[in-house]
């Protein structure tokens, strides 16, 4: 895959951002300057691959990453990922800019007793959890920030975490901030394992984008 252009400018204003709210985040760097190429891993490059190929160059990315303790304190960093994402929605409502977010959608990895992770029956409620959130997030919100956060120990799905930070983007930290402009047209395209990880395919597209698209006047 060719190279990508990031918004450095961007990441460090998100970055100074954040902080001065008291969240704990920080920046990475490729080298001490920030000027080493850095190669894009496969949970990069699969959501790059869903744009047109011919426009992936125009645009400019902002690449988020978690801290390592996902892997075992994902179901605890739930709070602190909706405030953040709340955060980072009320940043992005200030830039002059139109903005897309890409979140993985990887769901359970324990679909398959021959899989690295072995099964598990929460495998399949929590995608079908999962599933359910994404019809209508700020409606569903139990079905992720309860059910399926009570099976991801057990579920193991690499995207829990990203999808609670979304949650926080698209809803809010109460679930339903009236100064978030309110979802429209939210739809799963799919929910489905054909080895041992499950992957959901979704979009969610606010109400005040749907309308400038029928007046035609998008800015």
Known sequence: MPPINLAED???DLTIALISSKFNVSGIASSADGTQ????????????????????????????????????????MVPELVA?????????EQINLRIGVIISGDMSHTHQTSGPYGYSNAS????????????????????????????????????FTGLVLLHGMLCGSDGSSPKFDPLSVDQVYVNLNATYYGMLAATFISSHVVKSLDSGKLD
């Open 10 to 12: 961007l990441s460090l």
């Open 37 to 76: 190429d850095v190669p894009l891993e496969w949970g990069e490059v699969i959501p790059l691959l869903l744009l047109p190929k011919d426009r992936r160059h125009l645009y400019p990315y902002l690449i988020w990453s978690h801290p390592l303790r996902r892997y075992t304190e994902s179901p605890k």
């Open 84 to 92: 953040t994402g709340a955060a980072i929605r009320e940043w992005m």
């Open 124 to 159: 399949g409620p929590f995608d079908a959890a999962v599933g359910h959130w994404a019809q209508n997030p700020c409606q569903h919100e139990s079905s992720l920030m309860k059910k399926a956060r009570s099976l991801q120990d057990h579920a193991m799905s690499c995207g």
